[in-house]
């Protein structure tokens, strides 16, 4: 892609995302709308991928990676490899048939951005053409160049909660890797120094040990590490809860906003069983993610057709 394309996408970007302020179970938040980056390339993966967005790669032709085949992550490298005149190879170890033959959500949206979906076992680098020409993803993004982009979303937040003159600031974001959340405590204390600003977070996708093994993989002096918080019963990720169907209705109803489906109900859950952490102004940061709700919602749609958000 020419290069005067590229910067006309990236002028684009809508940096520093705006903070608003929200009102829910009678509760006020601050909610960061990193969703509102840019309609493609948006929520924590922009962050994530802001350093392949942004550095020269004159010798890349190709984004290699892996993961499974609705993800959110899978999504934003088929929109970065089409702003670069990429190519974006994608390896699952398996896809659904119904799936393949009704794409919808992420999936849909990564073909028609050219991905090119294969089916296979690791090491995937040996399968594919080329060698010093690819730039290979880790699954999720979680690697040290996520930084890059989670560091800037500090800086961003400083600059806030100068403006607003707030000393001490909570922060809660639900994780999956965990990636965003060490990276962002770990700049915020590093950039901040005359201001206490915590980040909080729970695991999504494995438990509390796993999201630690993933801190401490990343960062290996605790110092730096965000507060896990968690409810009392285990979670499987991508299961259909009610109540996290009923959380999710329940912000869009009070707050008018559309959370992602996946990782904001656990998260909001869990932020809302914990009130010490809003015993302080609190910043919640809404990740994206909600182009993957088409395929989450109408499952959840057929699972509870008529549920009632009083009880
Ligand atoms: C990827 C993703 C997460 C998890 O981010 P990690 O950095 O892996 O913890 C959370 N929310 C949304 C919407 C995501 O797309």
């Known amino acids: 892609m020419p290069s005067h394309h590229l910067a006309e996408k990236m002028k684009n970007l809508n940096l520093p995302s705006p903070i608003q302020s929200i009102t829910f179970q009678n509760q006020q938040f601050f909610l960061k709308r990193d969703d509102l980056i840019h ?9 994530k991928f802001y350093y392949f967005l942004q550095n020269d790669f004159p010798n890349i032709t190709k984004i290699v990676s892996y993961g499974s085949a609705q993800s959110n992550a ?3 490298l088929s929109v970065l490899a089409k702003m670069r005149g990429w190519g974006f190879e994608y390896f699952v170890d398996h896809i659904a048939e119904y799936l393949k033959e009704n794409p919808h959500g992420n999936y849909r949206a990564a073909i028609e951005n050219g991905m090119r979906l294969r089916q296979a076992q690791p090491p995937f680098l040996e399968l594919v053409e080329g060698k010093n020409d690819i730039l290979f993803i ?8 996520a930084e890059y982009g989670i560091k800037l979303l500090a800086q961003e937040i400083i600059d806030w909660q100068k403006d607003q003159d707030i000393k001490e ?23 901040n120094a005359e201001r206490l600003t915590l980040v909080f977070t729970t695991p999504c996708v494995g438990d509390k040990a796993y ?46 906003v559309e959370f992602d489906l ?13 009130p010490e952490v809003f015993s302080n102004p609190t910043l ?7 182009l993957g709700n088409e395929s989450m919602l109408a499952r959840y749609e ?5 549920i009632n958000l009083e009880l």
């Not at 990276?183 to 204390?189: D, H, P």
């Not at 809860?241 to 209705?249: P, Q």
């Open 39 to 47: 309609p493609d390339f948006s929520g924590n993966k922009a962050r």
């Open 169 to 191: 600031l909570n922060i809660f974001l639900p994780s999956g890797t965990g990636t965003t959340a060490l990276f962002l405590q770990k700049n915020l204390l590093m950039l």
């Open 138 to 145: 880790e699954e999720g993004g979680r690697q040290k160049e």
């Open 211 to 256: 999201l630690q093994k993933q801190f401490l993989e990343l960062e290996s002096d605790e110092k730096y590490h965000p507060t896990i918080l968690t409810l009392e019963n285990k979670h499987h990720f991508g299961k259909l809860y009610k109540e996290n169907y009923k959380i999710w209705l329940k912000l869009q109803q009070q707050t008018g």
């Open 74 to 76: 899978m999504y934003s």
């Open 302 to 306: 057929r699972k509870y057709p008529s």
């Open 262 to 274: 996946l990782y904001d109900p656990l998260g909001w859950r869990v932020l809302l069983a914990h």
């Open 284 to 290: 919640y940061i809404h990740q994206g993610g909600v």
